[in-house]
């Protein structure tokens, strides 16, 4: 039997899955105008699959088994099983939903729907919608788990502030002022800080999540948006749109350390989970820069479809 080459590399990729904890992390990128999600094998960099992603793929969360992405255009939470390589459901969310993550126990999935002002949270099991949890920022874009699966922070296009949801409570108990237009959020390993990028005043502002006050204003690139974690929590990367970079800031002293040039309007990113390789969505380059975060430089460039809006890494 003939294989083609997209076939070819969904076998590769079941074979790897299958190889469970032997097998590397994959990265799966949605590509808002190729209605895909690109598979890339991170030990290789090389592409294993295309994947389907609604028609308009944006956020995007992963349990391993199944990736849950926001679709803008039926305005619900596409559920795909990887394996199978086909949609298996579509859950109604509300008119453009964005981000999507999961909690780190894999129970819950938080999903920003813009319009409604609200963040749904769903079963990771059932697919079951639990609430409907409003939120003050208007057009919400980030819903993001604090480690402890406690706490959801939630960032807004119009705002100036990201607000804080009890997820056991179901219901927003804050708000912490920012600057215009936050983006992007990350937690450290434990907790105890977050960082968020806004966009509009390019700073990322470092939040003590005890006391619920920004302890650091930290100068990034120009609109700066996405955020990823280092797993050790020692360094926060901030993709900065306009400029077209990655800024490194140290946590240890809320410093920029370096700044990595990366394609055009780069976006939300993921990181490996032993911290050794940062993945870039470059929005408008229809391409993933890979950095290496020991020597802090490219170690390469792979086309994806268009528009990439994003990475999960699991």
């Not at 990729?13 to 799966?28: D, H, K, N, Q, V």
């Not at 609604?54 to 990887?82: C, H, M, W, Y």
């Not at 900065?240 to 240890?252: E, L, Y």
Request: overall charge neutral.
């Amino acid at each position: 039997m003939i294989r083609t080459p997209l076939k070819a590399g969904l076998a590769a990729l079941l074979a790897a899955l299958s190889a469970g904890a032997l097998a590397a992390p994959f990265a799966y990128v949605p590509n808002e105008k190729s209605a895909s999600v690109t598979v890339i094998d991170t030990a290789t960099d090389t592409i294993t699959a295309t994947l389907p992603g609604g028609q308009r793929p944006r956020g995007i969360a992963t349990n391993g088994k199944q990736l849950f992405i926001s679709e803008a255009p039926s305005n619900g939470l596409a559920v795909i099983d990887i394996a199978k390589a086909r949609e298996m459901k579509r859950i109604r969310l509300g008119e453009s939903p964005e981000g999507v993550s999961i909690s780190a126990d894999g129970k819950l999935i938080a999903a920003a729907v813009e319009e409604s002002n609200s963040v749904a949270l769903l079963d990771a099991r059932t697919h079951r919608k639990l609430a409907e949890i409003r939120v003050s920022g208007e057009n919400p874009e980030h819903a993001v788990f604090s480690p402890d699966s406690r706490w959801l922070l939630v960032s807004a296009e119009n705002a100036e502030q990201v607000d804080l949801i009890d997820v056991k409570a179901r219901r927003q108990v804050g708000s912490i002022p920012v600057g215009k237009r936050p983006r992007g959020i990350g937690f450290t390993p434990d907790g105890s800080r977050a960082y968020v990028a806004c966009e509009l005043v390019s700073t990322v502002y470092a939040i003590d999540m005890e006391s619920r006050k920004v302890i650091a204003e930290i100068k990034a690139g120009t609109f700066s948006n996405g955020i990823a974690m280092a797993p050790d929590g020692s360094r926060a990367y901030v993709s900065n749109g306009k400029d077209g970079t990655v800024s490194v800031i140290r946590t240890a002293d809320n410093q920029v350390e370096a700044t990595i040039p990366v394609g055009k309007r780069p976006w939300n990113m993921a990181i490996t989970p032993d911290g050794s390789k940062l993945y870039v969505a470059n929005g408008r380059s229809n391409s993933v820069t890979v950095i290496d975060t020991v020597r802090l430089e490219v170690k390469a460039e792979i086309p994806v479809g268009e528009l990439p809006w994003g990475v999960v890494i699991r």
